[in-house]
């Protein structure tokens, strides 16, 4: 047979001699049902028992719009930060050979690897007024601990490691031959950088900083030390939840935890086009 | 080839070109911005968690590491650890088996789902089962009908640590065993072993470092996760306090040194985690899947 069976009938999987199909895959879907989907679809379910009027008054209370434009105020500008520091220690790593490079290619993961909340103390006894860094810009009028200032600096330690463990592995794969290439057609340095590197790392920084971006619009351990928490002020929208619920007030932390996973996903989906996008006009 | 000016274009070769790599002092100020960058971030933060441990001297780090309640912390981080892990690992050979073995349709969509729970905020993962076996909940009333206690116990802690750390082994094990395709597994069965042995014999031992790489990564999150945990936990102290939650309550009491010494042990984990991560990547690179990180 040469022509493929086109009308043989739909086939749910390819035949395969390796057994253990149905158990495994059975297992592995019980268990996402069990853990993941049944728990979240809930969580979808009793928001949307809250009818249209409720979920409004709730989504547009001044409160909950502040903590929101926080949490993803906050994170954006991290990423940002993160974005620029985070492909310059890549590019380091990846170009210049210095000892203890190793050492230092570990260090970035300690983000990944320190607990939350033991970031979070750390960062504010560092960031208050009179700790290590925290002195040094009192004097100039910086107050970083207990302020915005504070939540963005948080988000910048947790999202490092996105950005760099994203841009690294495609800058290793930059082909020096064609930097030569340019270099012998008379591209200079700065060419070369914008015009050739840039547009070949700017998908993977894409998705670095929408990592970067997606981790600290959820964080809440890291951050609530350093925030202060004020009302309207410092006031990050995972800790509104967690507000919410102290007070027994179940529907406005369902309403507000349903428009954070509402946001992180068109968000997704926005950086999904933007990456596609940018793959088609660097590709 | 001779040449050495041509030579010395080789890719391998550390090429000191001004249009290949940078100028010395714009290489020397690259490198100082992103190390300050690194030490004041990522270092000094770590740092700081020793030095505030041991501020009142080592007598009082030891005390406050042999309070009753801490010892209690530790025990319970330990037992949950012991329980998410293991479930996880299950999980996650199941699935690559499943995902990673055959061609199935809408393989790409349960390889997007079981990513989820690192899009989702970590307050959300322990808000839903608040919102299914609370008091309010969808099975509050049943639970509390059978006397059954999930939340604010260690059911609860299981359940949301297991939530977040759920990807972690499956999403090291499935690109791996893509990668090594059913060659193995299919001589071995040639050969007459069954499923079993296949899988025991052959298909384990291949990916036993990716394996224990994605068991050190959520071995790490689930015995430093702190949103979701706090969510369900109740923070009952000396009974439902992991060692992070146990942190933060030994922090607001102005129990600096208290709150350090808890924090030491987790940064040690921390630490421990980084070094066993990069000996696994420096020896079985190529044995470990292409993912790095996250």
Redesign the interface.
């Known amino acids: 047979m040469t022509i493929a069976p086109a009308k043989a009938g739909w086939r ?3 035949p ?6 149905g ?3 059975g ?3 019980a ?2 049902t069990l ?6 679809s ?2 979808i379910w ?1 928001s949307a028992a809250l009818g249209w009027t409720d979920f409004w008054a709730i989504a547009t209370d001044r409160r909950t719009l502040n903590a929101l434009e926080i949490s993803f105020g906050a994170a954006f500008i991290a990423a940002a930060v993160n974005v620029v ?1 985070g492909t ?2 890549a ?2 790593l990846v ?4 000892p203890g490079r ?1 050492i ?16 979070g ?3 504010t ?2 960031y208050a007024p009179n700790g ?2 925290g002195h040094l810009l009192a004097p100039l009028g910086i107050k970083v601990a207990y302020t915005p200032l504070g939540i963005v ?1 948080a988000l ?2 947790i999202g ?3 950005v760099v ?1 994203t841009v690294q ?1 495609i800058m290793e794969e930059i ?3 064609v ?2 290439a ?2 012998t057609l008379g ?3 700065f060419q ?1 950088i914008t015009r050739i590197l840039f547009p070949g790392l700017a998908p993977a920084i894409v998705t670095g900083f929408s ?1 970067a971006f ?1 981790r600290g ?5 890291s951050v609530i ?1 350093i925030a202060g928490n004020l009302p309207y002020k410092s006031e990050i ?3 509104l ?2 507000i919410r ?1 102290e007070e ?1 007030n ?1 529907p406005a ?2 309403a507000i ?1 349903a428009i ?2 509402l946001l ?1 996903f068109l968000m ?1 989906l926005v950086i999904n086009l933007a990456q596609s996008w940018s793959r088609k006009r660097y590709g | 080839m001779a040449d050495p000016e041509i030579k010395s274009y080789e890719p391998h070769h550390e090429s000191q070109s001004a249009a290949v790599t940078e100028s010395l002092p714009v290489r020397l100020l690259l490198m100082a911005v992103a190390f300050a960058f690194l030490v004041i971030f990522v270092l000094l933060p770590l740092i700081i968690v020793f030095h505030e441990a041991l501020a009142k001297g080592l007598g009082a780090y030891t005390e406050s590491l042999s309070n009753p309640d801490t010892r209690s912390a530790i025990r319970l981080t330990l037992l949950v650890a012991a329980i998410a892990v293991p479930l996880n690992v299950v999980f996650g050979i199941s699935a690559a088996w499943a995902i990673a073995k055959f061609e199935f349709k809408g393989k790409a969509f349960l390889t997007t789902l079981i990513d989820l729970p690192f899009s989702v905020s970590p307050v959300i993962s322990g808000l839903v089962y608040v919102l299914l076996f609370g008091a309010q909940g969808l099975l509050g009333e049943w639970l509390k009908a059978h006397g059954i206690q999930i939340l604010f116990a260690v059911p609860g802690i299981v359940l949301a640590t297991v939530f977040v750390t759920f990807p972690f082994v499956a999403r090291e094990l499935i690109p791996l065993m893509q990668e090594q395709g059913n060659g193995d597994e299919e001589a071995a069965l040639s050969l007459g072993a069954n499923g079993w042995q296949t899988f025991w014999y052959v298909t384990l031992p291949n990916v036993k470092w990716g394996l224990l790489y994605g068991v050190l990564l959520c071995n790490a999150r689930s015995m430093g996760e702190f949103g979701a945990v706090s969510v369900v936990s109740g923070h009952i102290r000396g009974l439902t306090n992991t060692m992070p939650l146990h942190v933060e309550i030994l922090y607001n009491e102005y129990n600096a040194v208290g709150a350090f010494a808890v924090a030491s042990l987790l940064a040690g984990l921390a630490l421990v985690t980084l070094v066993l991560k990069t000996l696994l990547e420096m020896r079985y690179g190529a044995e470990i899947a292409a993912t790095r990180g996250h």
Do not use: H
């Open positions: 749910f999987r390819q395969s001699v390796i057994p253990g199909f158990l495994t895959l297992f592995s879907l268990y996402l853990i993941i989907l049944i728990p979240l809930g969580l009793r520091f310059l220690v590019w380091v170009r210049y050979r210095f190793r230092v290619d570990a260090m970035v993961d300690l983000p990944f690897a320190l607990p939350t909340a033991v970031a103390i750390a960062l006894t560092l290590w860094i600096v910048v330690f490092l490691p996105f463990r592995p082909d020096k031959e930097e030569e340019a270099a591209a200079n340095r070369i990592l997606a619009v959820g964080e809440y351990g030390f929208a995972p800790l939840i967690v619920l027994y179940y932390a369902t935890a954070m996973l992180s997704l």
